[in-house]
């Protein structure tokens, strides 16, 4: 059974940093590309940016790009997302997503996290 768990969202001060983790397990995504999204209550999903199987292409939106930073460790199974500089309006629940095709570019997302909370208090 595939599974993707997110962990490390909380209650944090605007200007604080965060980060997320998703780790993966029942199937390798070590060869596939990995996403972050949000949802805020309300509004629709939104991409925040994207990690390639090896790590060497990350693709970001530009709302978020200077601010977050994705990374993976293929040894822990798990994809990270650095956010710094939070905002209240960063406030929303965060997902990870997997492609299942391996060495795919751009992804497209197959799997899903259950998603953690992450407000950002003014």
């Known amino acids: 059974q595939v599974q993707l768990v997110e962990s490390g969202g909380g209650l944090v001060q605007a200007g604080d940093s965060l980060r997320l983790s998703c780790a993966y397990s029942g199937r390798t995504f070590s060869w596939s590309p990995m996403g972050w999204f949000r949802q805020a209550p309300g509004k629709e999903r939104e991409f925040l940016g994207a990690i390639s199987w090896n790590g060497a292409t990350t693709a970001y939106d530009n709302s978020v790009k200077g601010r977050f930073t994705i990374s993976r460790d293929t040894a822990k199974n798990t994809v990270y997302l650095q956010m710094n500089s939070l905002k209240p309006e960063d406030t929303a629940v965060y997902l990870c997503?997997?492609?299942?095709?391996?060495?795919?570019?751009?992804?497209?997302?197959?799997?899903w996290g259950q998603g953690t909370q992450v407000t950002v208090s003014s």
């Open positions: 997503a997997g492609d299942y095709e391996r060495f795919a570019w751009p992804p497209s997302y197959d799997y």
